[in-house]
DNA sequence: GTGAAAGCGCTAACAG
DNA sequence: CTGTTAGCGCTTTCAC
């Protein structure tokens, strides 16, 4: 038995041509047999399939993609894969398109519109039979318009785009946003901060447009709960940028400056995180100085004394589905696009009691 | 402006032969000012990619390959990508990737080898310039024959196979493993249970074969310094198969059955969470009743109560250093194979205290 | 600098 | 059932 691994240069492919010369039979008649379709006879096949194995042949799938039109790929485009939402999310649609027996290809956008836009290329270059996407942008079409354009199927998941009808899985965000809100007021809470790490270029306004719409979503069911509650001036307790900023500095901010803020709701696990170490090295108590509720059902919000209280999505879930509506699509479904919204649970744990004044 | 969107199907692609034709060169001509190579007047050039412009010319990534041989694609294949170790080393391998202009495939293998067998075939298929592996097993060299049989580059990384040299990453897994260990032997425990979730067709025996190498060199530390340390029969204290037994029956059962266990290292940060939870609801204290260890400096080991002392690894730089490798030999380094091995650092926070006996 | 033609590995259409 | 012949969209000689 020989191997070459010393040489670090590819060798040369064996091809179907090879394995039919080897076979005694046409291209065709090879290509067939170790393509599985059309018809061949047994005796055939197996010898075609015989010689490929000695031959060690492995199938150009570009090649095929080349001549069928179909790359039996999907894409998906995300924010970060770090980011355990999007990690989730992949896997859930990942599994989907395995179990259909096509290829994942994944790519990371930043949450910028012009990496996003270079991302997408790349996917299109490769040609991916459709694309999942979680839009960097829900108010400029830009990227999303140009995969239509081009003419291939794509589904949003987490977000949608203003303006466009296209597939999409979103979570029930503005009903969990107040909900959670709600748990709060009814606690006796009215100084309630929401932080979110959304860019924004000024201090959110009541009404103002946010770029993210699950976020939005999140924002506005908040900012409603307050003012049904009668809280005034719901919008100012909306604190954006906190990438930017620091989750951590500006909790410390909200939680010293004589604000008052007695509760706090993380937009998301990462945010809760750094809003729990801040309050326990102020050495202020949860829930009993702050309480707490982050959105996702992350691992640490167990464990943590007190465990928090979350706003859980059906992450897996919102890929799986996102997954799904892409392969209709794939295999030529035009019905006219559907936003799936999933419901979010609310998860009670210890993070959430009366505030002490 | 007009878009067919309304068409599910596939438009016919822009090829290079129509941006010829719109701008009255020929095709060998426009590709090469479309594709950036040869030499091409600056008038022509203009006019060619004016062209492609209006008519919204796309390059075919896969039709390029065919010509080149070259996909500028890198390939990995993880374990799981939900894991977090994954998530992070992919991401660091991303990162370089695309910092030097390649594309990122991704594929998971359940650690399976079955089903890595099968991720690996789709990249080798799609033509992967290079490989990034996790390989499913250390002592089974199959896969990785595999892929250098088919003469593509490849980096392992968290794992090494045994028998077959090839570039690694990997992290310093052994001396990780006992300085955890001395630190709880330091302390004054004797009774230390090491749990993982590797699976193992018995019980762990002194020299067992391992089938993950990473793991194999993490109990080969933990034992080695037991031993060192004269406690008896160390490989007794070692615990596999934690997924299919379940982490929780596993530590409950420790912990619950006299048999004295005052401190348990989780072979990875997951597994120390359950640990974390059993504790608790056995109503032990952590350090007071159990010292707990973890591998990976995960997230919540902060925000719990008490902190959990970590073993950390370079995480993000194993998955970045590996693809750097990957690239030396995408480019054509033909050097003899490195193993890079990363250290690992240990950070003490308040879980681990001395026995109460 | 530009053009014409061949070819990458595969599938598709059409004969036989 | 099997073979022949064209391409898929691009790059790459090799002329001019």
């Given at each position: 038995?020989?191997?070459?691994?010393?040489?670090?240069?590819?060798?040369?492919?064996?091809?179907?041509?090879?394995?039919?010369?080897?076979?005694?039979?046409?291209?065709?008649?090879?290509?067939?047999?170790?393509?599985?379709?059309?018809?061949?006879?047994?005796?055939?096949?197996?010898?075609?399939?015989?010689?490929?194995?000695?031959?060690?042949?492995?199938?150009?799938?570009?090649?095929?993609?080349?001549?069928?039109?179909?790359?039996?790929?999907?894409?998906?485009?995300?924010?970060?894969?770090?980011?355990?939402?999007?990690?989730?999310?992949?896997?859930?649609?990942?599994?989907?398109?395995?179990?259909?027996?096509?290829?994942?290809?994944?790519?990371?956008?930043?949450?910028?519109?012009?990496?996003?836009?270079?991302?997408?290329?790349?996917?299109?270059?490769?040609?991916?039979?459709?694309?999942?996407?979680?839009?960097?942008?829900?108010?400029?079409?830009?990227?999303?318009?140009?995969?239509?354009?081009?003419?291939?199927?794509?589904?949003?998941?987490?977000?949608?785009?203003?303006?466009?009808?296209?597939?999409?899985?979103?979570?029930?965000?503005?009903?969990?946003?107040?909900?959670?809100?709600?748990?709060?007021?009814?606690?006796?809470?009215?100084?309630?901060?929401?932080?979110?790490?959304?860019?924004?270029?000024?201090?959110?306004?009541?009404?103002?447009?946010?770029?993210?719409?699950?976020?939005?979503?999140?924002?506005?069911?908040?900012?409603?709960?307050?003012?049904?509650?009668?809280?005034?001036?719901?919008?100012?307790f909306v604190?954006?940028?906190?990438?930017?900023?620091?989750?951590?500095?500006?909790?410390?901010?909200?939680?010293?400056?004589?604000?008052?803020?007695?509760?706090?709701?993380?937009?998301?696990?990462?945010?809760?995180?750094?809003?729990?170490?801040?309050?326990?090295?102020?050495?202020?108590?949860?829930?009993?100085?702050?309480?707490?509720?982050?959105?996702?059902?992350?691992?640490?919000?167990?464990?943590?004394?007190?465990?928090?209280?979350?706003?859980s999505q059906?992450?897996?879930?919102?890929?799986?589905?996102?997954?799904?509506?892409?392969?209709?699509?794939?295999?030529?479904?035009?019905?006219?696009?559907?936003?799936?919204?999933?419901?979010?649970?609310?998860?009670?744990?210890g993070s959430?009691?009366?505030?002490?004044?």
């Amino acid at each position: 038995m020989s191997h070459d691994s010393d040489t670090g240069a590819i060798r040369r492919e064996v091809t179907v041509a090879d394995v039919a010369g080897a076979a005694g039979v046409a291209k065709a008649t090879a290509a067939r047999a170790l393509g599985d379709y059309g018809a061949v006879s047994d005796s055939v096949r197996d010898r075609v399939l015989a010689a490929a194995d000695r031959l060690g042949y492995r199938p150009n799938a570009l090649a095929r993609t080349m001549s069928t039109g179909r790359s039996n790929t999907l894409g998906i485009v995300v924010g970060d894969i770090e980011n355990p939402f999007f990690a989730q999310a992949t896997r859930g649609a990942s599994d989907v398109a395995s179990a259909a027996g096509l290829d994942f290809i994944l790519s990371n956008s930043d949450e910028d519109p012009v990496v996003e836009a270079q991302a997408i290329a790349v996917q299109l270059a490769k040609r991916v039979d459709g694309l999942l996407l979680a839009p960097a942008s829900s108010v400029d079409p830009t990227n999303l318009r140009s995969v239509i354009d081009a003419g291939r199927p794509v589904v949003l998941f987490d977000r949608v785009v203003e303006g466009v009808e296209v597939d999409a899985v979103i979570a029930a965000n503005r009903s969990g946003a107040r909900t959670a809100t709600r748990l709060l007021l009814d606690a006796g809470h009215r100084r309630i901060a929401l932080i979110s790490t959304l860019e924004h270029d000024d201090v959110y306004r009541a009404g103002a447009m946010l770029t993210m719409s699950s976020v939005a979503e999140r924002v506005d069911g908040f900012v409603s709960a307050l003012a049904d509650a009668g809280v005034a001036d719901p919008a100012s307790f909306v604190h954006l940028n906190a990438r930017r900023d620091g989750v951590d500095t500006i909790a410390r901010r909200l939680l010293t400056d004589g604000s008052g803020i007695t509760a706090i709701i993380g937009s998301d696990s990462l945010i809760a995180l750094q809003v729990f170490r801040v309050a326990r090295e102020l050495g202020l108590g949860i829930p009993t100085d702050l309480s707490l509720i982050a959105f996702d059902d992350a691992d640490w919000t167990w464990v943590s004394t007190p465990g928090v209280t979350v706003m859980s999505q059906p992450i897996h879930e919102i890929g799986a589905e996102a997954a799904r509506l892409l392969l209709r699509r794939v295999r030529g479904d035009v019905a006219p696009p559907v936003v799936r919204v999933l419901d979010q649970k609310l998860i009670e744990r210890g993070s959430v009691a009366p505030p002490r004044r």
